[in-house]
Nanobody, 123 residues
Framework: VQLQASGGGLVQAGGSLRLSCAAS????????MGWFRQAPGKEREFVAG????????YYADSVKGRFTISRDNAKNTVDLQMNSLKPEDTAIYYC?????????????????WGQGTLVTVSS
């Protein structure tokens, strides 16, 4: 499966953005899907994950209650709705897919990666 992330941009603190991860060569509902991010000078970290079998989702504590991962079957995308953004959310965001449908939180659990999309939150 090939993944293409989009939707990044510049937003003021408190604002919202919606990222989208379009999949080709596979159906997102068949994979464990995740979003990660990498801030300048930091390692890539887990943000949110989902397994559509059983409808399970999981979030990093830093984004819980503000971010929501979901899928659009018609578009074959996995989206990340980000609300109440903070400057510390500034990062390159990556989507990823795991061949086994489960809520994975480690980078090594994922088999496929999209290119990143930059999110910048100004104070």
């Amino acid at each position: 499966v090939q993944l293409q992330a989009s939707g990044g941009g510049l937003v003021q603190a408190g604002g919202s953005l919606r990222l989208s991860c379009a999949a080709s060569g596979g159906t997102v509902s068949s994979y464990g899907m995740g979003w990660f991010r990498q801030a300048p000078g930091k390692e890539r970290e887990f943000v949110a994950g989902a397994s559509w079998i059983g409808g399970r989702t999981y979030y990093a504590d830093s984004v819980k209650g503000r971010f929501t991962i979901s899928r659009d079957n018609a578009k074959n995308t996995v989206d990340l709705q980000m609300n109440s953004l903070k400057p510390e959310d500034t990062a390159i965001y990556y989507c990823a897919a795991a061949s086994r449908s489960y809520v994975w939180t480690k980078e090594t659990d994922y088999d496929y990666w999209g290119q990143g999309t930059l999110v910048t939150v100004s104070s």
